[in-house]
T-cell receptor, first 114, second 113 residues
Framework: AQSVTQPDIHITVSEGASLELRCNYSYGATPYLFWYVQSPGQGLQLLLKYFSGDTLVQGIKGFEAEFKRSQSSFNLRKPSVHWSDAAEYFCAVTFTSGTYKYIFGTGTRLKVLA | DTGVSQDPRHKITKRGQNVTFRCDPISEHNRLYWYRQTLGQGPEFLTYFQNEAQLEKSRLLSDRFSAERPKGSFSTLEIQRTEQGDSAMYLC???????????FGPGTRLTVL
């Protein structure tokens, strides 16, 4: 069955430090890949997406992600974290045909130390 | 703002009562999704509409749950005879299809006492 794994439930980084959030998927073909952020009381906001082409994807708020087919991974990175980045981050995949429903990972909660 | 809206934002109900949630998608979006998110988990797919047709339902959607999208515009999700296990955030999303990204509403948080 298709699945998404985010191995880190919680991550704490200092403000200004670099960040990498991991995401691995299990799917028979290359899916469409997404990273969303959810702040308390807020809906899910899209950070970036990968459909095809260049495997390094730039998103909003200074985030980027790299698709590695050989590792079935789509890790999210940011070179310098800001206190406002504290939130929960979800990786999601969808099939390349059909209903395009999302399968989400369990999320990674990011804490930023001042 | 022409994003996805959901109403109510919060609902507290007693076990056994019926509740109904509404979702208004982005106006030109033909695809509409409902997800459920419990504490500490990612959202889980419940059901999907393309225009007014409900084309897929998750096995998470028991017989107590029903969803409609009359005329392919807004959608409602009804839960009958609520149980404490129904307590969750119910998220609605819409998209244009063809793999396009889904835009999420703020969600309706349901608490069943």
């Amino acid at each position: 069955a298709q699945s998404v794994t985010q191995p880190d439930i919680h991550i704490t980084v200092s403000e200004g430090a670099s960040l990498e959030l991991r995401c691995n998927y299990s799917y028979g073909a290359t899916p469409y890949l997404f990273w969303y952020v959810q702040s308390p009381g807020q809906g899910l906001q899209l950070l970036l997406k990968y459909f095809s082409g260049d495997t390094l994807v730039q998103g909003i708020k200074g985030f980027e992600a790299e698709f590695k087919r050989s590792q079935s991974s789509f890790n999210l990175r940011k070179p310098s974290v800001h206190w406002s980045d504290a939130a929960e981050y979800f990786c999601a995949v969808t099939f390349t045909s059909g209903t395009y429903k999302y399968i989400f990972g369990t999320g990674t909660r990011l804490k930023v130390l001042a | 703002d022409t994003g996805v809206s959901q109403d109510p934002r919060h609902k507290i109900t007693k076990r056994g009562q019926n509740v109904t949630f509404r979702c208004d998608p982005i106006s030109e979006h033909n695809r509409l999704y409902w997800y459920r998110q419990t504490l500490g988990q990612g959202p889980e797919f419940l059901t999907y509409f393309q225009n007014e047709a409900q084309l897929e339902k998750s096995r998470l959607l028991s017989d107590r749950f029903s969803a409609e999208r009359p005329k392919g515009s807004f959608s409602t999700l009804e839960i009958q005879r609520t149980e404490q296990g129904d307590s969750a955030m119910y998220l609605c999303a819409s998209s244009l299809g063809l793999g396009n990204e889904q835009f999420f509403g703020p969600g309706t948080r349901l608490t069943v006492l």
